[in-house]
Every structure is written in structure tokens, then in C-alpha cells.
T-cell receptor
Framework: AQRVTQPEKLLSVFKGAPVELKCNYS??????LFWYVQYSRQRLQLLLR??SRESIKGFTADLNKGETSFHLKKPFAQEEDSAMYYC???????????FGIGTKLQVIP | EAGVTQFPSHSVIEKGQTVTLRCDPI?????LYWYRRVMGKEIKFLLH????????ESGMPNNRFLAERTGGTYSTLKVQPAELEDSGVYFC????????????FGEGSWLTVV
């Protein structure tokens, strides 16, 4: 069974502080991992995916298969990063994507 | 290019009534998904269409929910009769057949059953 765990419902950090949003997954096959973000009054949108190995808006995430984790990191938080962040697992192909419960990131000025 | 569009954006209905939500995916996207988020809970998968066929409907809560995608274009999700616990945000999303599994979401349809 696919499962995504985001242990923190709310994460508050000060502007300029490092951010780490935790995500752990459970899947027996080869996973595709994503981070989606929903800013206030906007639709859910893709932030990044592990196979791209890219940095978007200063965020990075590394897939650690040994720890089954895909934590989202940013060295210096900005106020505009405040949003809901969802980790998602998609096996690929025609399989469904499973979401975590989401973590609300609050960046304090 | 137009994104995934959903209608209505908000709906308030009484318990026992019927509501039909509509989703227009991005043109050319074979995959169409319905998800739901109930207040304080995670975004839960409801079902997945590949063109007009139901690929996976394991997330549909019960037989009060009926989804269709006639002709493989837009989709409707009907709730009949609606119950209080059906309140939440219903998201539709679509993705290409190939090129990875990035899915694009609509803005959601907020349903409140009173």
C-alpha cells in the first residue's frame, strides 16, 4: 500500500531561518515523489519532483530510499514561502498519486 | 493554455439534495482524477479516469457518489443524496498520458452540506 506521512501539521520559522518540511513514504516499488504547494487563494500546484533534481524557488528535496524520506529544504525562508505544502507519492504510469496530510509553513517576519 | 477548470466553485446544499460537480481537464490530458479534502484531513483520492474508462475507483466513499466522463473529455461527480460528512473541497486534476505523472489541479469545488 502507498502511504505518505508528513509529521508536522504546522511549522513556524522566522524569516531567514532554514526550513525543513519532513516527508516519509511507504511503497514497495520504485517511487516517484513530488512536493505540491498551495498558496493562499491559489490552486494546488507542483513545486518540484525528485526525478528532476531541480531547485525551485530555492527549495530542494532529495530522495533517500534508505530512510524512505523526501524532505523539502530551503536554507533561508522568505515570507512569500508561507503556504500549505503537500508531499505526494506517485508510482508512475496510470497509478494514482497519494498525498500526505500537508504541512502549513508559516514564515514569521 | 487553459488550466483545469471546475464548476461550481462553491455550493451550499441541504442534506438529502443532489449536487453535480463538473471538471474540464487540460485539453489532451487522458488522465483525470478526483480528490477530496475534508476539513483537517489529507487530500484523499476518489477515482481516476483514463479517457472515458474508470482506471481506479477505490477511493469512492460509497454508492452515493457517481462519476462519469462521457467521451473522455469533461467529467462530472454527482453526490446523491448528499450527507453532512460530504462537505469539503473536491479537487479535479489531470495529467498527460506520457511524460511523467505531474498532475495539474483545478481550484476546487467547495461543497457545504447543511
Amino acid at each position: 500500500a502507498q502511504r505518505v506521512t508528513q509529521p508536522e501539521k504546522l511549522l513556524s520559522v522566522f524569516k531567514g531561518a532554514p526550513v525543513e518540511l519532513k516527508c516519509n513514504y511507504s511503497y514497495s516499488g520504485s517511487p516517484e515523489l513530488f512536493w505540491y504547494v498551495q498558496y493562499s487563494r491559489q490552486r494546488l500546484q507542483l513545486l518540484l519532483r525528485h526525478i528532476s533534481r531541480e531547485s525551485i524557488k530555492g527549495f530542494t528535496a532529495d530522495l533517500n530510499k534508505g530512510e524512505t524520506s523526501f524532505h523539502l529544504k530551503k536554507p533561508f525562508a522568505q515570507e512569500e514561502d508561507s503556504a500549505m505544502y503537500y508531499c505526494a507519492l506517485g508510482p508512475g504510469g496510470y497509478q494514482k498519486v497519494t498525498f500526505g496530510i500537508g504541512t502549513k509553513l508559516q514564515v514569521i517576519p | 493554455e487553459a488550466g483545469v477548470t471546475q464548476f461550481p466553485s462553491h455550493s451550499v446544499i441541504e442534506k438529502g439534495q443532489t449536487v453535480t460537480l463538473r471538471c474540464d481537464p487540460i485539453s489532451g490530458h487522458d488522465n483525470l482524477y478526483w480528490y477530496r479534502r475534508v476539513m483537517g484531513k489529507e487530500i484523499k483520492f476518489l477515482l481516476h479516469f483514463v479517457k472515458e474508462s474508470k482506471q481506479d475507483e477505490s477511493g469512492m466513499p460509497n454508492n452515493r457518489f457517481l462519476a462519469e466522463r462521457t467521451g473522455g473529455t469533461y467529467s462530472t461527480l454527482k453526490v446523491q443524496p448528499a450527507e453532512l460528512e460530504d462537505s469539503g473541497v473536491y479537487f479535479c486534476a489531470s495529467s498527460l498520458r506520457t511524460g511523467g505523472n505531474t498532475i495539474y489541479f483545478g481550484e476546487g469545488s467547495w461543497l457545504t452540506v447543511v
